[in-house]
């Protein structure tokens, strides 16, 4: 199994400000996931964060939006930029292993 | 886009009652899973199901799966107050895509 530490746990930020998410991995993975999850609705991948390359935006969330760094193989960060209330959202970070995945404890973010 | 459509939407069910949750997908798969999140926090991984199964057990948890219909079901048995949470079905090909989750609320 893998254990993933998510910072911060919530957060609640004023409008056209960015908050960066870290997550940290007690192994060393390949692929991290970054979700995000609106009030009532199930979890959207947002993007798959590979070290040592750009990673990959699914359909509807862009890099100048949503910037990722993987700088390692244990450690991904997500940054919100220039956030509106429509950004309010618990954000995670994933890690697959074997077939399963894990989860950080979210970041519950207030966009006010 | 989301694979799995999960219902009901919302259940409450008596505590002691067995708790029934269906999931259909749309594409072919090789395994549906099924996670559980308290109060907006972390999914814990519940149970997995390959594609060449149909049944599989965990403790009170029974999962079932039917290719031909597209179509899985998360039986909790003997619920229990504890088990209040949402449940998503997700289905793995190149990536883990959620459906859309059943809010279960077990009433004392």
């Known amino acids: 199994s893998a254990v993933i530490s998510q910072k911060p746990s919530r957060d609640i930020c004023q409008r056209g400000t960015s908050l960066t998410i870290q997550c940290q991995v007690d192994s060393q993975v390949t692929m991290m996931f970054w979700y995000r999850q609106q009030p009532g609705q199930s979890l959207t991948l947002i993007a798959t964060?590979?070290?040592?390359?750009?990673?990959?935006?699914e359909s509807g969330f862009v890099i100048d939006k949503f910037p990722i760094s993987r700088p390692n193989l244990t450690f991904s960060t997500l940054t919100v930029s220039n956030m509106s209330p429509e950004d309010s959202s618990i954000y995670l970070c994933s890690v697959d292993w074997g077939a399963e995945a894990f989860f950080g404890q979210g970041t519950r973010l207030t966009v006010v | 886009s989301q694979q799995g459509e999960e219902d009901p939407q919302a259940l409450s069910i008596q505590e002691g009652e067995n708790a029934t949750m269906n999931c259909s997908y749309k594409?072919?798969?090789?395994?549906l899973q099924w996670y559980r999140q308290n109060s907006g926090r972390g999914l814990v991984h519940l149970i997995l199901i390959r594609s060449n199964e149909r049944e599989k057990h965990s403790g009170r948890l029974r999962v079932t799966l039917d290719t031909s219909k597209k179509s899985s079901s998360l039986l909790i048995t003997a619920s229990r107050a504890a088990d209040t949470a949402s449940y998503f079905c997700?289905?793995?090909?190149?990536?883990?895509?959620f459906g859309k989750g059943t809010r279960l609320h077990i009433l004392p």
């Open positions: 997700a289905t793995a090909d190149d990536k883990i895509i």
């Open positions: 964060a590979n070290q040592g390359s750009e990673a990959t935006y």
């Open positions: 594409t072919s798969i090789n395994n």
